[in-house]
């Protein structure tokens, strides 16, 4: 199936304190749950082939969602889009699925928002797998902190000059290249008025301070942890993936050679091998 046809469809909807979360599950009902958080500035179809396999063959009830402002997810002005409300928006999410602990995989940003979600609203999780996530300072590269210190001024670009940006700066995180009908999905929600709007309201809230306030309590996470990271990552480097797998105790570093930022479209059989690996573990 080409990526241009693929139905990835959220079929449910949650009220959540930041806007209305599309959601949806893959996998038998009564399996061992796990719950995919994307960053930015995609969303849960990134996961699409992650969550096909894991609630497949690797038999996992499989929770999928499109964090506020993103996706499918709602997109409106005023919004709190932070990582600070996408913290609390995967707790309120966790309790309206009755899911007491399970096991959690977090992508880039979704990697703070899991982090802040267990240690600051205390979100239990049965194992933790964070893939080249947001997570230690310093973090944003110059061109995202220039989008951020000017998003008022980018939010009024064309809108061909906004999309020629926005598939540049997503085309950007793969030293393969990304597929072109993957590339036209992943920039498809930003490509509207309101999506426009949106991915520079994303970024103008989104700050360091989000991580700096659980940086130093990494130490303090008793529950399995796993760290993957493409070695070709041009958006965080490597350097930093080796970095946190010493500051959380136990934690488990592997690598995916020749993979950019979006492992999960880089090397997605590999990496769904090792999160089947680290989700069996007993």
């Given at each position: 199936m080409t990526a241009a046809r693929d139905p990835w469809i959220l079929d449910q909807t949650f009220a959540s304190s930041s806007g209305t979360v599309r959601w949806a599950a893959l996998?038998?009902?009564?399996?061992?749950?796990?719950?995919?958080?994307?960053?930015?500035?995609?969303?849960?179809?990134?996961?699409?082939?992650?969550?096909?396999?894991?609630?497949?063959?690797?038999?996992?009830?499989?929770?999928?969602?499109?964090?506020?402002?993103?996706?499918?997810?709602?997109?409106?002005?005023?919004?709190?889009?932070?990582?600070?409300?996408?913290?609390?928006?995967?707790?309120?999410?966790?309790?309206?699925?009755?899911?007491?602990?399970?096991?959690?995989?977090?992508?880039?940003?979704?990697?703070?928002?899991?982090?802040?979600?267990?240690?600051?609203?205390?979100?239990?999780?049965?194992?933790?797998?964070?893939?080249?996530?947001?997570?230690?300072?310093?973090?944003?590269?110059?061109?995202?902190?220039?989008?951020?210190?000017?998003?008022?001024?980018?939010?009024q670009l064309p809108p061909e000059l906004h999309q020629a940006m926005i598939r540049a700066y997503v085309a950007s995180t793969s030293p393969r290249g990304l597929h072109p009908a993957v590339l036209d999905r992943l920039v498809e929600p930003w490509c509207t008025e309101e999506g426009q709007a949106a991915f520079y309201r994303q970024i103008a809230q989104n700050d360091q301070r989000f991580t700096?306030?659980?940086?130093?309590?990494?130490?303090?996470?008793?529950?399995?942890?796993?760290?993957?990271?493409?070695?070709?990552?041009?958006?965080?480097?490597?350097?930093?993936?080796k970095e946190l797998a010493g500051l959380v105790p136990g934690a488990e570093l592997r690598l995916i050679e020749g993979a950019g930022h979006l492992v999960q479209e880089d090397a997605p059989a590999q990496l769904a091998g090792e999160l089947a690996r680290f989700l069996r573990t007993a």
């Amino acid at each position: 199936m080409t990526a241009a046809r693929d139905p990835w469809i959220l079929d449910q909807t949650f009220a959540s304190s930041s806007g209305t979360v599309r959601w949806a599950a893959l996998g038998p009902a009564d399996a061992p749950p796990v719950v995919l958080v994307h960053g930015t500035p995609f969303s849960s179809y990134v996961w699409r082939d992650i969550a096909r396999a894991l609630s497949g063959s690797g038999g996992h009830r499989v929770y999928v969602w499109d964090l506020p402002g993103y996706g499918a997810s709602e997109m409106r002005a005023g919004q709190d889009v932070s990582l600070a409300a996408q913290g609390r928006v995967l707790t309120e999410l966790l309790a309206h699925w009755n899911l007491d602990r399970p096991a959690v995989v977090a992508h880039d940003f979704g990697g703070c928002v899991s982090l802040r979600a267990h240690l600051l609203h205390g979100a239990r999780y049965e194992r933790l797998a964070l893939v080249d996530p947001v997570a230690l300072a310093p973090w944003g590269s110059p061109g995202y902190r220039l989008l951020g210190e000017n998003a008022d001024t980018y939010a009024q670009l064309p809108p061909e000059l906004h999309q020629a940006m926005i598939r540049a700066y997503v085309a950007s995180t793969s030293p393969r290249g990304l597929h072109p009908a993957v590339l036209d999905r992943l920039v498809e929600p930003w490509c509207t008025e309101e999506g426009q709007a949106a991915f520079y309201r994303q970024i103008a809230q989104n700050d360091q301070r989000f991580t700096d306030e659980i940086q130093g309590r990494y130490g303090e996470l008793e529950l399995p942890v796993l760290i993957c990271w493409g070695t070709e990552d041009p958006w965080i480097p490597v350097a930093k993936g080796k970095e946190l797998a010493g500051l959380v105790p136990g934690a488990e570093l592997r690598l995916i050679e020749g993979a950019g930022h979006l492992v999960q479209e880089d090397a997605p059989a590999q990496l769904a091998g090792e999160l089947a690996r680290f989700l069996r573990t007993a």
